[in-house]
T-cell receptor, first 112, second 113 residues
Framework: NAGVTQTPKFQVLKTGQSMTLQCAQDMNHNSMYWYRQDPGMGLRLIYYSASEGTTDKGEVPNGYNVSRLNKREFSLRLESAAPSQTSVYFC???????????FGPGTRLTVT | TQLLEQSPQFLSIQEGENLTVYCNSSSVFSSLQWYRQEPGEGPVLLVTVVTGGEVKKLKRLTFQFGDARKDSSLHITAAQPGDTGLYLCAGAEVSNTGNQFYFGTGTSLTVIP
């Protein structure tokens, strides 16, 4: 029972490169979220998926796309990475609205 | 737009002291959660408060939700080095499509032995 897993754990990209961050959960939760965490800014929501087949924008969606592949998996794609996207990215899941969120270990991304 | 402001941003205290962390907003939330995060890990939920005026206790930690559901506080009694970490509040805004959580800016607590 792994909970929430994220891959990769670390990544260095050059400006303009693309990549996909993967998130998978084995908790049978409906809702999944992608956040970024920057010093002094707390966690900011990028995109979320309330249930399989639906996705919605959060606070800071520009420069990102997401795919809810099935109930277990929610991926985040950077089409053309920029230095401003250097951050720690967290995936989280929840049973539903207002329920507690369970976070993955994070992906540390550096864009040079 | 940062909906939730936490204070103080940094706090360094001696073991055995008491402390309070505040989480304030001009928005009303359906519920509010407190998380604790250790370096290199994701946040872990401490408590969820739902009702205005609600008080919850978790051992030495006391959480309060404001009457208007716009603010919250976390009080730690007799802090221990194991309490060291980043404390985050998060407000839940429920919409037709699901829910969004807005996180506060965080309070970094260091308890010195």
């Amino acid at each position: 029972n792994a909970g929430v897993t994220q891959t990769p754990k670390f990544q260095v990209l050059k400006t303009g490169q693309s990549m996909t961050l993967q998130c998978a959960q084995d908790m049978n939760h409906n809702s999944m979220y992608w956040y970024r965490q920057d010093p002094g800014m707390g966690l900011r929501l990028i995109y979320y998926s309330a249930s399989e087949g639906t996705t919605d924008k959060g606070e800071v969606p520009n420069g990102y796309n997401v795919s809810r592949l099935n109930k277990r998996e929610f991926s985040l794609r950077l089409e053309s990475a920029a230095p401003s996207q250097t951050s720690v990215y967290f995936c989280a899941t929840a049973r539903g609205a207002s329920y507690e969120q369970y976070f993955g270990p994070g992906t540390r991304l550096t864009v040079t | 737009t940062q909906l939730l402001e936490q204070s103080p941003q940094f706090l360094s205290i001696q073991e055995g002291e008491n402390l309070t962390v505040y989480c304030n907003s001009s928005s009303v939330f359906s519920s509010l959660q407190w998380y604790r995060q250790e370096p290199g890990e994701g946040p872990v939920l401490l408590v969820t408060v739902v009702t205005g005026g609600e008080v919850k206790k978790l051992k030495r930690l006391t959480f309060q939700f404001g009457d208007a559901r716009k603010d919250s506080s976390l009080h730690i009694t007799a802090a221990q080095p194991g309490d060291t970490g980043l404390y985050l509040c998060a407000g839940a805004e429920v919409s037709n499509t699901g829910n969004q959580f807005y996180f506060g800016t965080g309070t970094s607590l260091t308890v010195i032995p």
